[in-house]
Nanobody, 121 residues
């Protein structure tokens, strides 16, 4: 069992930056694939970025060059640095983990509670 807790969401102007954090419980964090998903009102949840235990990364096309995912295994924490934010980035952002390849959405079956990110124009 893994428990996840996100933090760092908030309200920011277009062009601004935010860093999301996700703290995970458990002793096997270093080998876990970790993903950041988001869900905007009326839209399906989408995988935004992911990182494997070996630190290979995946990014959705819509965030490439603007978002960076990283992990600190000593702190059992994964981060999502979001720069050049746009109004269309507004969503609830979820941290997730599971078992399997980091870039497959079917890998993820443990979820955090989500944190709201709102980008004003």
């Amino acid at each position: 069992q893994v428990q996840l807790a996100e933090s760092g969401g908030g309200l920011v102007h277009s062009g601004g930056s935010l860093r999301l954090s996700c703290a995970a419980s458990g002793r096997t964090f270093s080998i876990l694939p970790m993903g950041w998903f988001r869900q905007a009102p009326g839209k399906e949840r989408e995988l935004v970025a992911a990182i494997s235990g070996g630190r290979r990364t995946y990014y959705a096309e819509s965030v490439k060059g603007r978002f960076t995912i990283s992990r600190d295994n000593a702190k059992n924490t994964v981060y999502l640095q979001m720069n050049s934010l746009k109004p269309e980035d507004t969503a609830v952002y979820y941290c997730a983990t599971g078992s399997g390849p980091h870039l497959y959405t079917s890998t993820y079956n443990y979820w955090g509670q989500g944190t709201q990110v709102t980008v004003s124009s």
